[in-house]
């Protein structure tokens, strides 16, 4: 059969067998065309075919894509770059691919994070880098102290007890977040700043409304976890990053207006660089957020008296707040954790401390809340036991005396028989009843069908237990084989065979569901010829 494919303008016939794989074909092209194709560590080099619009794969044939006589091939040279790391979601149980060069691993691990950052959507200080073997990194080392090289998995690990509620903020629902909140002051502050920036990262607008409703600022840092507000000369810059920020990265212009509509500090409100949110939307090339701001940046607020450009107004308003001692200028963290600190508060250092980001779920991890800690029944007694607790040396001699055991009253034979025959007798009558109830839910249930008539005929085992089995048996019999080989089911199988056609948009739909149908087929022949080898192995290892 001949074909031809078409390589960088030109167009060459090619004879193969309809049998021939895709990956038989490439070898012919790159011997031909002589193409030098690679693969190492940072990459690989490869061809790949399109027919119909769609790729080809290598373990197909000609034929069972519909590839006919003198069909055109299109061929492509690609370069494709492997990720330098990978980077484990303990949360979302997802690995990340981070592709960057190479010069990566010579830099710190802070540079790391903000780059994971950039693609969860987590705040840094919510979350903590692994190595494979467990050792936690620090943002003051680089990378290749810990023997980091191309191809590392490395694991993202959140604070003991955070999980569902970092599920709740990823998913934008607004009760699961409310469920797993903390009950300690500071920590639940912090973690309503957490839900803002996380909301406003992904754009979820129920979300965003509940954390504003509760009196978190949009221009207001993310901060730190109470226990780490000591150790600010050692944070990540990006502590000081707020929700503004992180809906300018995201392009998410719906926050963008509902954060400037609650306060125009909104648009001067800056990151550890120096960046306003406008400056972020450029960065990132997000047109629509880009325009908006430039609008509200340069727009006027008019007075009954006088109109003030909205620069002014921002300056008039922070000069404002600054002599009420609100300066929104001043750090966030410092305030927060410093001079906020109290005497007995837990505190974490970096090295010293046991860690607390094991992402450890918040029922293996156990609140501390009475509320939400299952509660133990009371003590036998009542009013008693509480009276207990007030003297203990009259405790002490009442638990001895109550201590002795007192066994139940002698009871007469026949009365023990007639008394379990009348238990039995109401058991009973309890099941009977339970019984008729049952069966009255499962008639009304049902549908009022008439049903077909009883047949005469027994047997004591179907009949093709006795004769040849048919086609439809060999065929269920593959199926079953197949399913119980396969991770995918038969209907599953076929919904991935009928995706797999669907690419193949230069195609008929008739067409496409023909292509489906074989490349169905072929895999059950495939599996059933694999239990066929197994069967005769089995039985030839049996005869031996």
Known sequence: MRIFIAFEGSFEPFDVSADETVEAVKLMIKDYFHIPLSEDEQGRRYLELMYAGAALKDSWSIADVGISFCSTLKCFVKEEDKPTLYVFNAVTQETMLIMESISLLGKKVSNLRTLVTLRCGFPVSVYCLRTPQGLEMYDCNTLRDYQTEIGTTLRLDVWDGWKEFLMGCLLGQKLKVQRYLSEEGPVLKYQKRVALYIAAFYGYVELTEWALKQGVRPNEAVGVHPCRAWCHEALHTDVSK????????????????????????????????????????????????????????????????????????????????????????????????????????????????????????WHKYGD???????????????????????????????????????????????????????????????????????????NACLPQVPLPPLSKERHAHPSFYCATPSAVFLRRSSFRSWSEHSERTPRENAIHCLAMASAFKEKPWLQQLGIARVLAKKSISNLTTQDDLTARENSLKTVL
Request: aromatic share 6%; charged share 25%.
């Open 242 to 361: 707020c929700p503004i920020h992180a809906a300018a990265e995201s392009g998410q212009l719906l926050i963008l207006k509902a954060f400037v509509n609650y306060s125009v500090l909104c648009l001067e409100c800056k990151n550890a660089a120096g960046q306003t949110p406008l400056t972020i939307a450029l960065k990132h090339k997000h047109k629509d957020c880009v325009l908006y701001l430039l609008n509200k940046t340069w727009s006027t607020v008019s007075f009954p008296k006088i109109s003030v450009p909205m620069r002014i107004y921002i300056k008039i308003k922070q000069w404002v707040l600054r002599a009420h001692g609100h300066s929104p200028n001043k750090s966030q963290l410092y305030r927060a954790g410093v001079s906020r600190a109290r005497v007995g508060d837990a505190v974490m250092v970096d090295g010293f401390t046991k860690p607390k980001m094991t992402s450890q779920s």
């Open 368 to 442: 501390k809340d009475p509320q939400n800690t299952p509660g133990k029944l009371a003590p036998l007694g009542g009013q008693r036991a509480t009276r207990k607790a007030v003297n203990p040396l009259t405790t002490s001699r009442q638990s001895t005396r109550e201590e002795t055991l007192v066994f139940p009253p002698l009871v007469d034979a026949n009365k023990f028989s007639e008394l379990r025959r009348h238990q039995e007798k109401n058991q009973k009558t309890i099941t009977d009843t339970a019984r008729e109830k049952e069966k009255f839910v499962r």
